[in-house]
């Protein structure tokens, strides 16, 4: 019986997967800058001739861009199909707020419960700064008197480092990809339930348990968790979107009189 060669695969075809699988997970996020590349070569080990051709295998694929004097970054193309006009569209439509928790209902949960099941330590010393960084914001928020943004920001950069903590490139590459709208959904929410003195620390309450259960590795009660919050979000919200549309009907009646 004749067997065949096993071929070696060249060192630039392998230096191309590993980088690959860097921006797939997500350790080189769209728009960075690659370390230049004697350093890189210095990181992997390799000689520079077999560096530059898997950057150029890269260039080719549309995954990272050279630019003249700048370095090369990872290309901005990456999340091109979830930052159109109809996204920033939908985000200026009152219902596609609920739209939005509807589906952050699918994406968060899932998030959570994979980080329940498979974050490690650093995963689990992330989340916990980034909680601990909305308590700050919502302090500086009633500080600066209705300052929502960065409230917002604080917000889903927790549930980015949940998405990461999932391991799961998918839903990671979504949320980022996402960023602008899931930030503009928070603090419109934000906004809203602001009205409510009672409503900040109730949630604040339920993404404490989320970030327990999470830490404390129980996917289920993660998941139960992360669908308790939103509905609560959505169920206050729908509240007031009621009493909203009762006024307005009682200023028509007073206006026809």
Request: charge should be neutral.
């Amino acid at each position: 019986m004749a067997y065949e060669k096993i071929k070696q695969p060249k060192l630039s075809d392998v230096i191309t997967a590993q980088l690959e699988e860097m921006i797939r997970e997500g350790s080189l996020r769209a728009g960075q800058k690659l370390p230049p590349e004697r350093e890189l070569a210095s990181q992997f080990n390799v000689s520079r001739p077999s560096l530059r051709e898997a950057i150029q295998n890269l260039e080719a694929k549309g995954l990272v861009n050279r630019r003249q004097g700048g370095g090369t970054f990872v290309s901005e193309d990456l999340l091109k199909g979830l930052s159109d006009p109809l996204f920033a569209l939908m985000a200026q439509q009152g219902e596609s707020q609920f739209d939005l928790l509807e589906f952050r209902h699918g994406i968060e949960g899932m998030a959570a419960y994979y980080a329940a099941m498979r974050g490690t330590k650093d995963d689990f010393k992330v989340i916990e700064e980034k909680y601990e960084a909305i308590s700050v914001a919502h302090i500086e928020n009633t500080a600066l008197q209705e300052n929502f943004r960065a409230e917002a920001e604080s917000v889903f950069e927790f549930y980015l480092a949940i998405c990461q903590a999932s391991h799961n490139a998918v839903i990671l590459q979504l949320a980022r990809a996402m960023s602008g709208l899931l930030i503009d959904n928070i603090e419109k929410n934000l906004q809203v339930l602001a009205k409510r003195p009672d409503v900040p620390g109730r949630i604040a309450h339920y993404r404490k348990r989320l970030m327990e259960s999470i830490i404390s590795g129980e996917p289920n009660k993660a998941w139960g968790a992360s669908h308790k919050n939103l509905a609560y979000i959505e169920e206050v919200m729908l509240n007031l979107a009621q009493e909203n549309s009762r006024v307005t009907r009682s200023l028509r009646r007073l206006q026809t009189r």
